[in-house]
């Protein structure tokens, strides 16, 4: 089968077979080029217009070498695969790697509320198991056994296939082919250099083990030798989340945009010929033809709210409560001043402790990362809390959240009460 | 926006369960508390070690950090240590799902990880394909089934956690 090449910043270049290519080419693929990765972080770092296009083939060059070394160190023959059978794998790996994004609203993450209560993922789904998409991948089916059903499998909750288990771990589980792409891509084009790691190390260092829990399930893992690599994807994430996907100011043009979008829009259409029509222009239109709304006003003219407050990056329970508390004082003693609240919860990418396992050094036993690592070990999760309002009452925001969250510190609560 | 259901029902299964819990069980005593009726809309799917919701996951990380439950690794290396919090008091449950808690614990509260993760499966599987075949295959299909996901597990094990789900009307 002919290959054909394509130019790319993160791998240098990506093949793809003729049927991939003919995939490629479909409207609903070539309509990724138009939903951008990180929706308005352009207007905060100017080089991130990439897109979702290059994002899914870059995903697949990633699930495909990660699957490639997996076979290198044993997994067909732990997995008792024939060759025919390491070979379809591949492909059903690739396709649905390829075809992950298929479903995404456009801005991404950022208008996902209006998909009638579904994830991309399902709408993705949806892409798969129709024309022009379904014929396509159907073409595998006599030399390798392949069907649309099987690439849905990847994204239906009720899958029991066990093979699809352990693919869908390649590019959706702990360290998967999706985040190793977008991390670095992310990173390359915003210029924020936090984001980078030697995924090559990372990916060379992956094997299959028997679950340490003794029951005998094969788990992807990581040799003794990739730890520092594992440490540095788990800091890249942390930096990357707090330097752009949780940034202030993305956050504030993602909310603008989500106001708009649920006055002028509703919801997106649930036929998937309609939603098709739908992408990063088709909404730019509709921001110009109604620039006199708030919402698309801010977003058009660069003058989103702004950040009056912050928490801490890592609370607790108690000072989360405290926030809850500040966001109905703040609604009823300040009425004349538009606030809105964003919560790291919120967003769509979430940063978290991992659980994968890494092979010692001497014994060759697994055990956690977090017994094996000191910087993991320390790292939290981010539970942040925001205000933003218009820059002309920032000051008056501010200076009342401040009041509000020093009077009502655990301490200084009891403290009055003693008094 | 936190959903308190979820995060109470999480507080009532790590308080009140007679044996010390690791994140497959709460994942798995999770599953079947939401089975058993409470909305806590965890969308769940086959992973490692069966039914694993990776909302509830996000979850934990959270209630971690805000120290509503306490995670820590533990001594082994293996597995997680998974208690409550300093913060953990407030969270009650109303009686109507405390009871529903109680039944999961009594059902299953003193289950090894390995039966929870096979009756988990089995409960998962026979979801998934109870309507798609007649009634008298089912049971044999799905041993097959979690058979084919979990190999390790021999047929008699898994017979065995169908029968105890059969006996407690689980399935």
Redesign the interface.
Known sequence: MQMKEVRDPVHGFIYLNETEMKIVNTPVFQRLRYIRQLAFTHMVYPGAEHSRFAHSMGVMEFATRMFDTLMMKDMAKKKNWSEAHVKRNRQLLRLAALLHDTGHAPFSHASEDLLHGVKHEEISRRFILSDPIRSLINEFKKELGITAQDVASFFSAKNIEPDIVLLKEIFAGEIDADKLDYLYRDSLFTGVHYGRFDYQRLIQSLCLIEDPGGAGNLVIAIEHGGLHALEAMVLARYFMFTQVYFHKIRRAYDRHLLEFLKTYVGKYPSALNEYMKWDDNVVFSLLRKNVKNDQARRILTRDPFVQAFTTPEHIDEEERTRFSWLQETLRRELRNAKVFCDAAEGSPHKFEKIGTYVLSPSTGTPRLVQNESGIIRSLRKIEQYRVFTPKETKQEVHDFCTQFWKDHAAGAVSAAAVN | ??NDLRVAVIVALVRNAQTRLG??QVQKLVYFAQDSGIPLNY???????GPYSFEL??DL??L?????VN?A?EPS????DISV?R?SEKFKLETKYQKRVDKVLEQFGLNS??QL?VKATIH??HS??KSKIPAVKVKAEVVQ?VL??????TEEFVRGCYAGLEEAHWI
């Open positions: 926006m936190r994140k497959t969308e769940y799917e086959i992973y490692h070690y996951s996000h990380g959270s971690d950090s805000l120290g509503i995670v690794s290396g293996y597995g997680f919090g913060f990880a390995a993760e998962f599987v998934v394909i089934k084919a996901l979990k190999p390790r597990y």
